[in-house]
């Protein structure tokens, strides 16, 4: 069982800057991949970004590359997530989600992912 509890989340304005943090308890083990999940009102659960637990690969939305930045801390078994130019249209629900890999590759899909954190709020102001 793997428990994902997310903080981080605020009010922005557009330009600024915020971190996301993902701190898992449980077994996390080492072919798990790290997902972050946005999902604005009326919208469907998007991918963001994600890593996988050993070696460290990461995989980006287009939407979001060059400026958001996943990483892992694994000493204290936390994923962050790293939100530079934050725009109006980042504005949603943050999920931190758990999945097994594969291949080792990053998951893309949220329907994979077995574990979820409960959300945090992300909002920027134009």
């Known amino acids: 069982q793997v428990q994902l509890v997310e903080s981080g989340g605020g009010l922005v304005q557009a330009g600024g800057s915020l971190r996301l943090s993902c701190a898992a308890s449980?077994?996390?083990?080492?072919?798990?991949?790290m997902g972050w999940f946005r999902q604005a009102p009326g919208k469907e659960r998007e991918f963001v970004a994600g890593?996988?637990?050993?070696?460290?690969?990461?995989k980006h939305a287009d939407s979001v590359k060059g400026r958001f930045t996943i990483s892992r801390d694994n000493a204290k078994n936390t994923v962050y997530l790293q939100m530079n130019s934050l725009k109006p249209e980042d504005t949603a629900v943050y999920y931190c989600?758990?999945?097994?890999?594969?291949?080792?590759?990053?998951?893309?899909?949220?329907?994979?992912?077995?574990?979820w954190g409960q959300g945090t709020q992300v909002t920027v102001s134009s």
């Open positions: 989600g758990a999945a097994a890999a594969l291949f080792g590759n990053v998951v893309v899909v949220p329907e994979l992912y077995r574990y």
């Open positions: 890593i996988v637990w050993s070696g460290g690969s990461t």
């Open positions: 449980g077994r996390i083990f080492s072919g798990y991949v």
